[in-house]
């Protein structure tokens, strides 16, 4: 551990905290309806869509909306992978994708995943790319803030049956949000020297007398997009460890920024539409010492040689003086490898440039874990916002457990109902991880993907399941899922950890709509103290542990322990 990198990770977090307040501010005007200077065009979309802008839904309707816009683009893009090689833009002539895998994608892009079994550049024609995948990136990320947004408004309003509309707020996220900064970075990712082309592939000659084959294609639209949205996708194989995704140090800085942006204005957001900025300045108090504290940890570890290779013990190195650089970029180095590892699986992002699969033990449960506490510590843009507000609720409800009366959150006495949706949300996602990863290890066809035994190769089986049903899309990429039991039963995680998780929450947003105020009183555990970030860290942290621990010192915990007892699985 350096100074240099802790300087990294400063600026790093003094440029978020200097962009994110303008833009959260920005966000709530646009969802509150004040901005409406892209009207010539946002009007036209509404009229030709037959969209009626100034009516309403109820939660329930906005919930059919969302799931109907999702069903229809998932069935596009699973078209789209089939008959790619019958559609234009295909210089390659690559053939269809295989229906497993397709599915596998299709349900990855739609949820906002970004999970990819495959290698992109040898199996999706730029028309996939652009029309199917890249299609999905502003759309799966406009719906995950339109939800939040609704939610928000739930919290907001009094004795209100709706919460917005569901075809407008998406628009919006879009028109207003996704589509001009994603222009204003696509453009500065080129000046980087991202490509942006539809050529067909190069074919270079060596000096070997050797041929090689050099991936083309619009390379920085979609990279400006997949990290923004928090999608993660990459375009090529190796993500944002490629010299075209991730050319230079300051496009690395550019795109863990944009990871982040719009998951930590949305605390802003909140704050403002809800009347209460404190609010929203304690929740992303809450999510930076989350951040800051899994930072710590994957640098620490990464810091640190691998005591496993032969020469090298845990006080003295040869190869790796530096610490462990196994599988990581060297002009990003340790501090830039950790630093992006912890902050694209804070957000539901995904994308990386390096291999967690090659992180030190306790590196690389940093990662597992971030997404495994529900990708909250600012999550997918939308999605990151709603899962903390969920753990809001559970940490008001245990405060007024605590005084021994009703619970209040912004005004809104918290009853039963509100609580059973929010357990309801917190159960699901660990119920379908941990039930498939015990299905998997169980099943040949489960363990047949693994390439190490022991513990890693468990640790492999574990992240792959908590990344879909976090929708996360980040790999221990030693894990081979590009198989039939893979690809069928990580699509429908990926679908239970977006959709199932999202209903129960816009059933909470329905209800607290419907809620009268209530003035506070002396006995009202205010939301906007230091005491309150205390109190959220804590309820987020024991439920993460009661959770997932058992798991986790199965996998990651228990490979450290023998590692550093020599212990080794080939």
Not at 25 to 51: D, N, Q, T
Not at 120 to 128: A, D, I, L, Q
Request: hydrophobic fraction near 50%; proline fraction near 5%; glycine fraction near 10%.
């Amino acid at each position: 551990m350096t100074a240099n990198g802790w300087l990294q990770f400063v600026v790093f977090f003094l440029a978020l905290l200097a962009f994110m307040r303008p833009l959260g501010i920005y966000m709530a005007h646009v969802f509150s309806g004040k901005y409406g200077f892209l009207g010539f065009i946002e009007k036209p979309i509404y009229r030709i869509c037959g969209v009626r802008s100034d009516e309403e839904m109820t939660w329930r309707e906005y919930t059919v909306a969302m799931l109907l816009l999702s069903f229809v683009s998932l069935l596009l893009t699973y078209i789209f992978e089939r008959l790619q090689y019958f559609l234009p833009w295909n210089p390659q002539h690559l053939p269809g994708v295989e229906q497993f895998l397709a599915w596998n994608t299709a349900a990855s892009f739609t949820t906002n995943t970004n999970w990819q079994a495959y290698t992109p550049e040898t199996t999706m024609s730029y028309f996939t790319q652009m029309a199917g995948l890249a299609w999905h990136n502003f759309f799966s990320a406009a719906a995950g803030i339109a939800v939040a947004v609704a939610l928000v408004r739930g919290i907001a309003r009094r004795e209100s049956k709706t919460i917005g509309n569901f075809w407008v707020d998406t628009t919006r996220a879009c028109l207003y949000v996704l589509l001009p900064l994603c222009i204003l970075f696509s453009l500065v990712l080129v000046s980087q020297g991202v490509i942006q082309n539809l050529h067909p592939y190069t074919v270079a000659h060596t000096i070997e007398h050797q041929t090689q084959t050099i991936a083309q294609g619009p390379v920085a639209s979609q990279e400006a997009i997949k990290e923004l949205g928090t999608n993660g996708g990459g375009f090529f194989n190796a993500n944002s460890a490629h010299p075209f995704e991730n050319p230079t140090p300051f496009s690395n800085f550019i795109e863990m920024f944009l990871i982040f942006l719009i998951g930590g204005a949305l605390t802003v957001t909140l704050g403002r539409m809800t009347g209460s900025p404190g609010h929203g300045w304690a929740v992303f108090a809450c999510m930076s010492i989350l951040f800051a504290a899994g930072f710590t940890v994957a640098y620490w570890a990464e810091s640190h040689p691998n005591p496993g290779l032969h020469g090298v013990s845990a006080h003295a190195s040869s190869s790796q003086a530096g610490g462990n650089m196994e599988g990581k970029e060297t002009r990003f180095g340790i501090s830039q490898s950790a630093l992006f590892a912890t902050v694209t699986t804070d957000a539901s992002c995904g994308a990386v440039n390096s291999m967690h699969d090659s992180f030190m033990p306790l590196g690389g449960m940093i990662p597992l874990l971030n997404i495994e506490l529900g990708e909250i510590i600012f999550g997918g843009v939308g999605s990151g916002l709603y899962g903390m507000i969920i753990f809001v609720v559970l940490s008001v409800f245990i405060a007024g457990l605590m005084v021994g009366r009703t619970p209040e959150y912004l005004g809104k006495k918290i009853e039963a109902y509100d609580v059973q949706m929010s357990m309801l949300y917190v159960l699901i996602f660990p119920l379908v991880i941990l039930t498939l990863t015990a299905v998997s290890v169980l099943l040949p066809m489960g363990l047949g993907g693994i390439s190490n035994p022991g513990p890693h190769g468990f640790t492999q089986i574990l992240y792959a399941f908590s990344s879909a049903a976090g929708n996360n899309g980040s790999a221990f990429a030693g894990l081979n899922a590009n198989t039939r039991w893979y690809n069928t039963a990580l699509g429908f995680t990926m679908l239970i950890g977006r959709f199932l998780m999202m209903v129960p929450m816009l059933a909470l947003a329905g209800n607290l709509a419907r809620k009268k105020g209530v003035p506070p009183s002396p006995g009202t555990f205010p939301v906007h103290t230091p005491l309150f970030t205390i109190l959220l860290t804590g309820v987020i942290l024991i439920v993460g542990a009661l959770t997932f621990f058992p798991a986790l010192s199965l996998g990651p915990i228990l490979e450290h322990l023998l590692l550093q007892h020599g212990i080794l699985f080939s």
